[in-house]
């Protein structure tokens, strides 16, 4: 099965191609084409995305990223012929809110001949309504003149499939043990999700405020640290450890020993600007706080993780999302986790698979068109940013 998979839930405008060979979760995927832009230059003034300026990219990007993706894939072949009045009147109305985008597929159709599809996979939430509103709609015009079908496509259960995708070896999902619980750390969510089977999920714990990634955007711009502040405020913090930097600030772990599997970072968050008010930090200062806050929020997720094994008995945990890219908590997981759960196997992503990427959407799609798990017939497709994996 050949996959055209689409990505645009926030601040990255992917596609990929892939070769999916046999059933899921069994079956082998070959990328033969994959690009992808970033806005993060863009938004680095705002602090964080504006959404508005994302849906804007976005557009810009889309047809330039599937040129990329098809000529990667060597299917990108110029043509001689021109859409018919119907064809041309159907992208008119499918991106009627993005005149831009529908002139320029209208000179990418008329330019290249028909690449070969069995279906194409897209995001469809959660994220930046704006944003996946615009990948939606290329998607449904794409399949509209290409006589496609699309499965639309959950954000995060991409993420999950991501972990356990050996892009080094096999090109295989991983043998995983079920049920399964994954944490999930990314600038939007914070959650704890338990798969009993594939493709079948329950929230058993969630953040009741900031998500993770938040946090770390939002500690960062009080200590001065440019957007995206996570990576920075990891390498600050890496640095204090080296040099065995003091206790800077005595931060709370908020919810640590709570009788649920949820999450609270706005507390800690409120710590460091109290910590920080009207004070210019010091180098040493700036190192020795962001490690203090990565050492809280760590301590936070590896006692939420553990509990949450203990009570279902999971003998898999999966770590997905972009915070998962973040040096010190792999180490604290792969260490302590294990140290407590020895008969646990703990999954990451490879690191370029563990921010956002349209990979994990095609695997994800594959996963959708499978049996059960498949859309009904002319089933609505939809943007939804706040679409959750509990209800798939």
Known sequence: MKILAIETSCDETAISIIEATGDFPDATYEVLGNALHSQIAIHVEYGGV???????????????????????????????????????EKISTILYREPDLSETMLEFFNKYEQPEFDLIAVTSGPGLEPALWVGVNFAKTLAAIWNTPVVPVNHMEGHILA????????????????????????????????????????????????????????????????????????????????????????????????????????????????????????????????RDFEDAVTEVLLKKAARALTEYGAKTFIVGGGVSANQHLRQSFNAKLLESHPDVTVYFPHRAMSTDNSVMIALAGHARAAGALAPAAGQLIKADGNRSLATE
């Open 50 to 88: 504006f959404p508005a300026l994302a849906k804007r990219e976005h557009a810009k990007k889309l047809v330039p990223m599937l040129t990329q993706a098809l000529s990667e894939a060597e299917l990108l072949e110029e043509g001689d012929h021109n859409l018919t009045n119907e064809q041309t």
């Open 163 to 290: 972990s356990i995708f050996d892009i080094e070896r096999d090109d295989q999902l991983a043998e995983i043990s079920l049920p399964a619980i994954s944490l999930l750390i990314s600038g939007g969510h914070t959650e704890l999700i338990l798969m009993n089977e594939w493709g079948h999920y329950e929230k058993i714990g969630q953040t009741l405020d900031d998500a993770v990634g938040e946090a770390y955007d939002k500690v960062a711009r009080m200590m001065d640290i440019p957007y995206p502040g996570g990576p920075e405020i990891g390498r600050l913090a890496g640095l204090a450890r080296q040099q065995k930097l003091p206790t800077y600030a005595d931060l709370p772990r908020p919810m640590l020993n709570s009788d649920d599997l949820n999450f609270s970072f706005s507390g800690l968050k409120t710590a460091v600007r109290y910590k920080v008010a009207d004070q210019v930090l010091t180098g040493e200062e700036k190192q020795a706080l962001a």
